[in-house]
């Protein structure tokens, strides 16, 4: 069997394994995407956006800490993106996510010991809010 062939069934079964679930190129790569006025956004695009744009944050000015550090928090405040509700209206869910996944961030585990970059819910708190709020502005649900 030469390789155009077995690349063709690869092809060929993936694409009937994501019908049959209904998965979207999103679900397949693992990455959560939401649909907005312009079309889907990915967590991947999100990401870019942000790694462009954070060091004109003011958190992140103030604090001198890289991306990286508040990657978690932006993934957070994307992922979290609730069409009609706001960010206040979701916080405490949010911040249970965020230190639920994110052990390293919560003061007093094992984790945070070891952790190099910790990043505590206060200090990513504004990271998050900035993704879903742009989350909303690109979806409509808030006014620009």
Do not use: C
């Amino acid at each position: 069997m030469g390789t155009s062939s077995v690349t063709g069934w690869r092809e060929t079964f993936s694409m009937s394994i994501k019908d049959d679930v209904g998965m979207t190129e999103a679900d397949e790569r693992g990455m959560p995407s939401a649909e907005t006025n312009e079309g889907a956004t990915t967590l991947t695009q999100e990401a870019a956006y942000w790694r462009a744009k954070h060091a004109s944050q003011p958190y992140a000015r103030e604090s001198g800490r890289p991306f990286e550090d508040y990657e978690r928090g932006y993934r957070t405040g994307f992922v979290g993106f609730r069409r009609g509700t706001t960010f206040s209206e979701r916080e405490a869910e949010l911040r249970a996510a965020y230190e639920q996944d994110h052990p390293a961030e919560v003061p007093g585990t094992m984790q945070h010991a070891m952790s190099t970059h910790p990043l505590r819910w206060a200090d990513a708190r504004a990271a998050a809010a900035a993704a879903y709020d742009r989350m909303a502005q690109l979806t409509g649900a808030s006014e620009p």
